[in-house]
Each structure stands twice: as C-alpha cells, then as structure tokens.
C-alpha cells in the first residue's frame, strides 16, 4: 500500500507519528550509518535521523541494514522508510527517490599501501599507473575513475572500506578510493601500520570538478516528509548543531554544505 494521496504529498509522516518509529535503510559504511561492535546502531546519519525525527514526533528510529546497491530499490518497496546512507545525490539517482537537501559534502581520497610507492593521489594517476584499484559495490567512486579510463570491468568491487583496506595491506589491490571521512577513518581506527590514507582531492565528473554531497533519501511520492525534514536540516545547519552531531564521526567544518538538493539534481 502506497503512503501516497494525490493532494498533500505523502501521508507517510502521519503514519510514522502515529506509529512512533521510522524505519532506516543502512548500508553498513562507516562513519555514515552502521551497526557497532555491541549490536547498537550508529552512524552521523542515524544521530542526525534520531534528532529530526524526534523533532517531528517520532521518537524511535529502528536500523534496515542492506547491501548499499539495495538501497534504493529496497525504499521504493517500501521495505523501510527513509535512507539514511549518506548517499550521494547524482541525477540519475534524482530520477528514482526524491533527496533531501545535503548534510555534507566531501572529497575523496584513496587507501594505498605505507610511502604510496605507485604514487597514486587522482584517478588519472591510476589510469596512468596500470594500477588495480578496488571501491566499494555501487560507489560513486567508480564513475569517477571511469571518467579518467579506469574501467569498471578492472576494478575489484568490495562490501565497504575496511575490506578494502586489507585488500591494499594483503596487495590484492593497489588502491582503494573512497570519500575522503570513510578512508581517513578506516586507516586511523585499524591502526593499520601496512596503508596510509592519501590527502583528499576533488575528481571530476564529465569533465568538472565534482564535490559529492551526502543526504537522506525518501520516495519520490513524500515531498511533504522530505520538506519538513529539510526545514529541521536547516535549522541545525544555521545553529551549528549539525556539526557538533557530525564532529564525533570525523567530519570537518570545511566538509559542511549550504548546497541544495535541486542544484545536485540539475
């Protein structure tokens, strides 16, 4: 049954107050969302999530862990409420859910073995290196290597950063590229002593420079929760409470974003 009336944008937000949870998607990739070692959920997504929520009267948020390429189509079937992923916002994904305005935007930066010996530090490096490079299933990563010739037939495709981590330790994998957060945080919390993380970068999308920008995702038909989720986004991002929630999870005050979702979607 669709949450949808033709009129008001969505009754889903009635339904969730009334039932006094929402439920959300993850898909198990730190510091976004995920669950920790005592089976608790975490994550800048769920702590922003927990916030708002409780803000419009929903005082419980209940984690749906899936594979990150499952997200989308898991949403419109309505197997849970919301993404709460850091997703990135790319066009395409514009066509099938509808965003909410950005969190955050970030660059990116790659996992490579101590001294980076192939001297990889941009998609045109790994293009140019022969280099195998590994990211994770359905990242936005892989078409900004694609963009530099890297094709994604070469590329080894892992569930998240720390399988990509030990992939580059064990030389499985010359590289792994990632957001610039998930490999700093990867690197710093294994104390890794066989990989370093590379300084962050901006890589390029048909043929400009492309900032990637992370935000919560409802179905197409719930434009009425997605604006007041946005109108409790923009509060915390005018009060400096969004950064102070983001900050635990290593997110910087440079990596924070006044950007819109409709500019994303253009």
Known sequence: MSSAD???GGELLERLKA???????LAGEQPYSYIDKDGELTGSSPAIARIIFKRLGIPDVQPFPTEFNSLIPGLNSQQFDVVAAGMYITPERCKQVLFADPEYEMRDAFIVRKGNPKNLRTYADIKKAGAKMATGTGY???AYAEEEGVKESEMLLLPDQLAGLLAVEQGRADVFAGTAVTVRNVVRQTKSRKAEYTEAFVPKLKGKPDLGTGAFAFRQ???HLRDVFNRELRKMKKSGELLRVMKPFGFLAEEMTTMTAKE???
Do not use: P, Y
């Open 6 to 8: 033709a009129g008001n």
């Open 19 to 25: 039932q006094g949870t929402v439920k959300l998607g």
């Open 140 to 142: 936005a990563e892989i």
């Open 221 to 223: 038909t719930e434009t």
């Open 264 to 266: 994303r979607c253009a």
